[in-house]
T-cell receptor, first 111, second 115 residues
Framework: DQQVKQNSPSLSVQEGRISILNCDYT??????FLWYKKYPAEGPTFLIS?????DKNEDGRFTVFLNKSAKHLSLHIVPSQPGDSAVYFC??????????FGEGTQLTVNP | GAGVSQSPSNKVTEKGKDVELRCDPI?????LYWYRQSLGQGLEFLIY????????KSGLPSDRFSAERTGGSVSTLTIQRTQQEDSAVYLC?????????????FGEGSRLTVL
């Protein structure tokens, strides 16, 4: 039962444009959501998070949007840079339980 | 060290052998997690340690897998009688806050290849 799904395995955008990564979840008890970024041969690193009491959180070029009614969250990166090329994982937790991760989306930003 | 340290970084073993993977979390972090990533897959939860509480073992795929955390710090993940489907990158993470309201800090992983 895949409770967190990232339906796009890959995404390619031009440098300077917006990257939008999507994530859907099925468990309505999830109340905290995070995005992680992973470069090859490295462990994932935390990028940005959002609590279920909010619908938007912004940190520099990165913004996470949460639509609870649709059980959907998205990560916007603008402007995209070649160094943003990585695998992006969304993750969710239920009242402090362990994180459930999606399958990841490979983002490629072309110069 | 400053980050989560895992060893070995690479392990090649023959089917049927036992392997041990080690994780040294960030000092002071009370929570420790093991995940694995098989080729082309997402991060699969294995086990979670929080302080002195009983670990959450709900993600361990079979009884060939076990983990312990000694003294609330270093953790060892043991896989007995390895199978080819055990081949994956095994990732350890730690967190300073109980549960998952805080971010996880991941190590670089241990890549296991079972021939």
């Amino acid at each position: 039962d895949q409770q967190v799904k990232q339906n796009s395995p890959s995404l390619s955008v031009q440098e300077g444009r917006i990257s939008i990564l999507n994530c859907d979840y099925t468990n309505s008890m999830f109340d905290y959501f995070l995005w992680y970024k992973k470069y090859p041969a490295e462990g994932p690193t935390f990028l940005i998070s959002i609590s279920s009491i909010k619908d938007k959180n912004e940190d520099g070029r990165f913004t996470v949007f949460l639509n609870k009614s649709a059980k959907h969250l998205s990560l916007h990166i603008v402007p995209s840079q070649p160094g943003d090329s990585a695998v992006y994982f969304c993750a969710a937790s239920d009242r402090g339980s362990r994180l459930t991760f999606g399958e990841g989306t490979q983002l490629t930003v072309n110069p | 060290g400053a980050g989560v340290s895992q060893s070995p970084s690479n392990k090649v073993t023959e089917k049927g052998k036992d392997v041990e993977l080690r994780c040294d979390p960030i000092s002071g972090h009370t929570a420790l997690y093991w995940y694995r990533q098989s080729l082309g897959q997402g991060l699969e939860f294995l086990i979670y340690f929080q302080g002195n509480s009983a670990p959450d073992k709900s993600g361990l795929p079979s009884d060939r897998f076990s983990a312990e955390r000694t003294g609330g710090s270093v953790s060892t993940l043991t896989i007995q009688r390895t199978q080819q489907e055990d081949s994956a990158v095994y990732l350890c993470a730690s967190s300073k806050t109980p549960g998952n309201t805080g971010e996880l800090f991941f190590g670089e992983g241990s890549r296991l290849t079972v021939l």
